[in-house]
């Protein structure tokens, strides 16, 4: 038996680096004018400075007005030292307590990526874009969209990270386990541009090119234009990983204090995935076992049980048969920003939105033959689609010590979630399906479902600063979610059931989710914090058997498991203390976690098509600790180092139809309890030189933890030179990049395709990237 788990509590630019300042008016400065109303400014003008505990100058911690813990915050100058076209969250892994697993050197593959942070994969944490959710941002995202789809790197200005709980104001469903608001940048006041080209091992190319209006009114009234490509080959088996995207943002200013935005984005990408592996075959065919593909002739045979390549070696031969495995995926994101500065004390902010996506998930699927041309395999083709619309509001209002916020968040998403089987062709010399041909005329559609959903979220909060070094918050909010899910297909030889869940609905919903916090600064240098939030996550979607999904299994399971399913809920408590000097600066952070009502799913069968019963199995609970220390001894130089602590359990054992499996106290899945992180950069003049090096520690791999994954060692290695003006090019810089500096072979990504075994051994990891070279030239104009 296999169990995946909605909760699994898994294993948080080139333009230049700005400062940030500390924003302690409890609002996000996105889109914000730099004119600020009298009384706010004096406000700010008492607030205590930025923390610093991050890994150089590009990273720091700070406390806002509404304060809701240690808020670690991640400049341009982060995503510059990185290799372009970097995913953002690729760029958090340096962060304390935040594990990121990519099985490509840039984080693109959005089959093969995961965030972890604090226990919480990124299914359980909120994001948004410049104040647009980004729903849950997993493979076959259901609500959203990956960040990096949504906006290219080189347009990010920062990322702010809440390790506790996501802000109150954070428009999202599934905010567990903490928040990720990315803010990208503005047009620029003057004309120009920016272009930067990559080279790298594999293939590998990035191009980017910006164009700024600059002030095109007198009430500056600009633009911005961007194209993004990315392409390069595997670095095993065949085939590449390809993504294009086009930014563009225009902004009115109104005033002194206000002004309209409106952003569109586009994305289109087509990448071959890579084939997971188990602990068996990493040992006995080696770490770069991959699809077939573009060897048809081997797949056919495999297929009829006639192996080539040393499949015969492992318990099942044919799972590790598959032909291939690609994704296709075409996003549209479009909306409007409104920040008004209503009078000097009250500030109104509204986004409203649109997302659209279609795509298409393919592999090759050796059990099942072709009924229309004979052939012994087949494709199977889900083709995902995504329909969504909605709004935030808020309004902040200052009277005397206190910062008041209240808003409502409403989202209706239409989610179409269909599978296809396809015929493959009679094997001839020279015959060689296109894993991207155009698919027409299925077989079958072996099931369907079309999942619709209404959200409905307010909150209030209250930012009390009784004197200048203290700041007390309460709050709390109401969430509502409500998914409708009908049935549109089902082929009963496929799925195994007679009736697939449909004409169905479930409703989350707690009015009172409350959030309370405080910050203490003294001694100049100290501050201390505290923060406790309840948090709620609505019913996840997606497709038949495909994840822990309450929708995502037959009728009969649904109705039988109905009266026990619940949203899933938790207690977050954390506290700290955080030190700042100008040579060193350090932070402590504890926290605990009670999480109840986890929706898990068993899942038995083959990993192309398991056979999955979702239920509710109680609750994890978590503790854990992060420390860091940060040193400028010279002009320049800064050295971080920080560890990072988590023993996560399960509180009752799992009782399947009568079977007890004892994993009370058995390590939570996917995650390590502990974590190193070390980094040094140095900047003399025009040159930057760094060094990133990660400890990741061995990772249960089963839930009755007899089988664990090693741990391993990761480094990084970069250098850059800024040559100045020359000619038309202005800030004409070159750059070079290693990553894997000392070619580690590791598993990266686990339980990310198929779940993960009750005990024993599955096919659900993925390899890391050996080392590879990158090289820029990049000069704005």
């Not at 080139?14 to 009298?38: C, E, L, W, Y």
Request: aromatic letters at 12%; one cysteine or more; charged letters at 15%.
């Amino acid at each position: 038996m296999i169990l995946c788990s909605t909760a699994s509590w898994v294993a948080p630019a080139a333009f230049g680096a700005t400062p940030v300042a500390t924003d302690t008016s409890g609002a996000s400065k996105a889109g914000r004018p730099a004119a600020v109303a009298p009384a706010r400014a004096a406000k700010r003008a008492a607030a205590p400075r930025s923390i610093n505990a991050g890994a150089a100058e590009e990273m720091r911690v700070r406390g806002r007005r509404e304060t809701h813990a240690a808020q670690t915050i991640v400049t341009m100058k982060t995503f510059a030292n990185a290799v372009p076209g970097t995913s953002v969250m690729k760029a958090l892994e340096q962060v304390p307590g935040v594990m990121f697993a990519t099985d490509d050197a840039q984080g693109l593959d959005p089959s093969g990526t995961q965030l972890m942070m604090h226990g919480f994969d990124q299914t359980q944490i909120g994001f948004t874009l410049d104040g647009v959710p980004l729903g849950e941002t997993g493979y076959r995202n259901y609500n959203g969209l990956n960040v990096y789809q949504a906006a290219s790197s080189e347009n990010i200005a920062q990322v702010e990270v809440s390790q506790a709980a996501g802000a109150l104001s954070m428009p999202s469903t599934n905010s567990l386990g903490g928040g990720i608001e990315i803010r990208t940048r503005d047009p620029s006041h003057k004309a120009g541009g920016y272009i930067s080209q990559t080279f790298g091992s594999y293939n590998m190319y990035h191009t980017f090119i910006r164009a700024d209006s600059g002030d095109l009114t007198p009430s500056g009234t600009r633009f911005f234009v961007s194209y993004m490509r990315n392409d390069g080959d595997k670095w095993k088996g065949y085939g590449d990983q390809f993504v294009q995207q086009v930014n563009a943002k225009l902004l009115q200013p109104i005033g002194e204090s206000s002004n309209i935005s409106i952003f569109f984005d586009w994305s289109n990408l087509a990448q071959y995935a890579y084939q997971a592996e188990s602990l068996e075959m990493i040992n006995k065919l080696g770490s770069r076992v991959d699809y077939y593909y573009p060897d048809y002739h081997s797949a056919y045979l495999a297929a009829q049980g006639i192996y080539s390549h040393h499949e015969n070696l492992v318990s099942d031969a044919k799972d590790v048969s598959w032909y291939t495995g690609t994704t296709t995926e075409t996003d549209y994101l479009g909306g409007l920003n409104l920040h008004l500065q209503m009078t000097d004390n009250l500030r109104w902010n509204t986004v409203i939105y649109g997302h659209g996506e279609q795509s298409a998930t393919e592999w090759s699927d050796p059990y099942l033959a072709s009924p229309g041309t004979g052939a012994p395999l087949s494709e199977i083709v889900k083709m995902p689609q995504i329909e969504r619309f909605g709004l935030t509001s808020n309004v902040e209002y200052d009277i005397s010590k206190h910062h008041m916020r209240a808003g409502i968040w409403y989202e209706n998403n239409k989610y179409i979630s269909n599978m296809y089987g396809y015929d493959d062709p009679v094997w001839a010399p020279g015959v060689q399906p296109d894993p991207y041909r155009s698919w027409k005329n299925p077989f079958a559609e072996l099931w369907g479902q079309t999942y619709n959903t209404n959200t409905f979220v307010g909150f209030i909060e209250d930012s009390w600063r009784p004197v200048d070094s203290l700041i007390l918050h309460a709050g709390f909010k109401s969430m509502m979610s409500t998914t409708r899910v009908s049935a549109t297909a089902n082929t009963p030889s496929y799925t195994g059931t007679d009736q697939i869940a449909g004409g169905v609905g479930l409703t989350a919903e707690d009015a009172f989710l409350p959030h309370f916090s405080a910050e203490w600064h003294f001694l100049t240098y100290n501050s201390l914090f505290f923060d406790v939030s309840k948090n709620m996550r609505s019913y996840p979607q997606s497709g038949y058997h495909l994840a822990a999904s309450p929708f995502a299994v037959s009728q009969t399971a649904f109705d039988n498991a109905r009266s026990s399913i619940k949203p899933e809920k938790d207690w977050v408590y954390s506290v700290g203390w955080r030190f700042n000097h100008p040579i060193v600066s350090a932070s402590v952070i504890g926290y605990h976690v009670d999480f109840s009502n986890r929706l898990q799913a068993s899942v038995t069968g083959s990993s192309i098509n398991p056979v999955t019963t979702v239920m509710n199995v109680g609750g994890v609970t978590m503790n854990g600790v992060d420390a860091g220390v940060t040193v400028r001894p010279l002009k320049g130089l800064s050295i971080f180092n920080s560890i990072s602590y988590n023993h996560s359990t399960y509180d009752s054992n799992l009782n399947e139809v009568g079977t007890v499996y004892p994993i009370k106290g058995k390590k939570v899945i996917d995650y390590p309890q502990l974590m190193y992180k070390a980094s040094a950069m140095y900047e003399f003049r025009h040159a930057t030189v760094h060094l990133d090096a990660n400890y990741i520690g061995r990772r249960p791999l089963s839930y009755l933890n007899d089988t664990w994954v090693p741990g391993y060692w990761l480094a990084t290695l970069g250098a850059k030179y800024d040559f100045g003006d020359l000619w038309h090019l202005k800030g004409l810089t070159a750059s070079f990049n290693v990553n894997n500096l000392f070619n580690t072979t590791y598993v990266s990504m686990m339980g990310g395709q198929g779940g993960s075994p009750m005990e024993g051994d599955y096919q659900t990891l993925l390899m890391g990237a050996p080392r590879m070279f990158f090289g820029t030239i990049s000069s704005n104009f």
